[in-house]
């Protein structure tokens, strides 16, 4: 199976630690694409912990990562603090699993359809790698993540939620003297 992570090569990102969780999913091959300043540190981590069980791909042309996402088995994601998370919804849109950390952000955008776990432990991770991994509850979770990402994050549904919220702001302005 593949584990996929999309990720800028950062120290906040935590790819690090993920070729860490990954290393101990023994069945599992690490794809990761992306690139940044600590890929020379990510090419050591993934050489010394997942010998021939790993490839980094660079920057990934934004029109072949449908494809990418369509190739893997299940979507790694390790940063704690990840202001939105785009990455989450190309992933779900392509009915690929997700495996990422549980704070708010993440249970906001994907709810129940996803994986979500304290990153911040490897065992802990590859728990969570190994659950989804089993092939019924990959498919369930990304036929969900999928589903989720075409009833809830729609253009329509988002211009609904920005005119809502910016006719809030309207009420709020005209309710306060000035």
Same mark, same amino acid.
């Given at each position: 199976?593949?584990? #996929? /992570? ?11 630690? $993920? &070729?860490?969780? %990954? ?6 091959? @690490? &794809?990761? %694409?992306? *690139? ?5 540190? !990510? ?8 010998? $021939? ?6 920057? &990934?042309?934004?029109?072949? /990562? ?8 299940? @979507?790694?994601? /390790? ?7 785009? !990455?989450?919804?190309?992933? +779900? ?5 997700? &495996?990422?950390? *549980? ?6 955008? #994907?709810?129940?359809?996803? /994986? ?6 490897? %065992?802990?991770?590859? +728990? $969570? #790698? ?6 019924? +509850?990959?498919? *369930? ?8 990402? #075409?009833? *809830? ?5 988002? +211009? ?19």
């Amino acid at each position: 199976p593949v584990v #996929l /992570m999309v990720s800028a090569l950062t120290t906040s990102k935590r790819v690090i630690e $993920g &070729v860490r969780a %990954a290393a101990q999913v023994p069945e599992c091959f @690490l &794809v990761v %694409a992306g *690139d940044g300043p600590c890929r020379a540190e !990510v090419e050591r981590a993934a050489a010394s912990l997942l010998p $021939g069980r790993h490839q980094l791909l660079g920057s &990934v042309p934004r029109d072949r /990562m449908p494809a990418l996402y369509r190739q893997a088995d299940v @979507l790694l994601h /390790m940063s704690q603090d990840e202001p939105f998370g785009i !990455v989450y919804l190309e992933a +779900a849109a392509t009915g690929l699993a997700v &495996v990422a950390h *549980d704070c708010r952000v993440t249970r906001w955008i #994907l709810e129940d359809s996803a /994986m979500l776990v304290d990153t911040s432990e490897p %065992a802990t991770v590859a +728990a $969570g #790698l190994r659950a989804v991994l089993e092939p019924t +509850a990959r498919l *369930d979770l990304g036929r969900r993540a999928r589903q989720r990402v #075409l009833t *809830d994050w729609t253009w329509e549904r988002q +211009a609904r939620r920005y005119r809502d919220f910016l006719e809030s702001l309207l009420e709020q302005a005209e309710r306060s003297p000035t």
